[in-house]
Nanobody
Framework: QVQLVESGGGLVQAGASLRLSCAAS????????MGWFRQAQGKEREFVAA????????NYADSVKGRFSISRDNAKNTVYLQMNSLKPEDTAVYYC?????????????????WGQGTQVTVSS
């Protein structure tokens, strides 16, 4: 079993930065993948970024490339999402998720464990 707990969300103005954290516990392998997804009100959950625990390979949604950065601290079993130049359209509940496997999947259905989510609100 794996437990994921997100933190770091909040209310900020457009152009500001936030860093989200996802603390993981349980059976985690260096070959697993950690992902960040978001879901705005009335919309489907969408992929934001993903990273491998072991190799640090990452990929991003086009909408956040150049603004968001995903990283991990293996010693702390924590994954981060640094969000810069935030826009109102980034407003959503952000979820971290773990996928058993090495593929940097972008589909929510391919992830096995989920956190409870943290709200990010960007005002204009």
């Amino acid at each position: 079993q794996v437990q994921l707990v997100e933190s770091g969300g909040g209310l900020v103005q457009a152009g500001a930065s936030l860093r989200l954290s996802c603390a993981a516990s349980g059976c985690i392998s260096s070959t697993d993948v950690m992902g960040w997804f978001r879901q705005a009100q009335g919309k489907e959950r969408e992929f934001v970024a993903a990273i491998t625990w072991g190799g640090g390979n990452a990929n991003y949604a086009d909408s956040v490339k150049g603004r968001f950065s995903i990283s991990r601290d293996n010693a702390k079993n924590t994954v981060y999402l640094q969000m810069n130049s935030l826009k109102p359209e980034d407003t959503a509940v952000y979820y971290c998720a773990l996928r058993i496997g090495t593929v940097l999947a972008t589909t929510a259905a391919r992830y096995n464990y989920w956190g409870q989510g943290t709200q990010v609100t960007v005002s204009s």
